[in-house]
């Protein structure tokens, strides 16, 4: 075979591969996405039980502040039963008054930290319900890459093999040039020729459109063992055997 046509075998295989190897890197992609999202989640889950906890922590705190202010109510209270004067009750009568009105405002404290519990608590169970749900979508994008390697599996070993076997028929240098087009293309290394009219000789490359010059077909049809790229792109240009019998049958 000529150069130009084993260059085009190895880029309809590298074509091929990479086309069954984005199927299996779109699905392992998919799978980290779910998996990372499921790893926030989780992770805000985490931090929503901790406030809980502290919030708790404060109300039990103000609680017991206004539990101890009670106790002191009620010794204040037995006193003022037992005193002998009117000065010494006044007094009581103003510290249980302060007292009263300080333990309103832990009371009020307290309430305010347990609902700010009930939410956190009411969040947290409806984060509980999402990562649920991740967990399942996490499953299914697990499905979906084994079910890929399963099926790709043996296709991407064989063709692997036909594609290495391939490129070992191209001198290394070509082979340098093909792999750094492909590269650049994204497997795209080479581009056929668009016949737009023979009349007028009118040929683009179907790479990037751009009419060709005479001379690149000439060249390509006389020197079938030479790399003809287009002068726009660059990409290795090739004529499908159709056109280049009916081209050779026609002069
Ligand atoms: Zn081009």
Redesign the pocket.
Known sequence: MTLQADLKKLYLLDMQLRGLRSRLDGAISRQQKQTARLEQLRQQRKELGEQVKLMQVKASTVEKQSQDMEARIATLRNQMNSVKNNKEYSALLIEVNTLKNDKGKVEEEALTHMTKVDELKKQAEELDGKITEQAKLVGVSETEVKACEAELGQQLTDLTAQRDAAATLVPPESLATFNKLAYRFDGEAM?SIVEENRRTMEYN?A??Y?GLPAERLNRLMRKPDEIVV?P????ILYIEEELRTSLASSK
């Open positions: 581009a490359c790479g990037c751009i287009c726009s792109c660059g990409r």
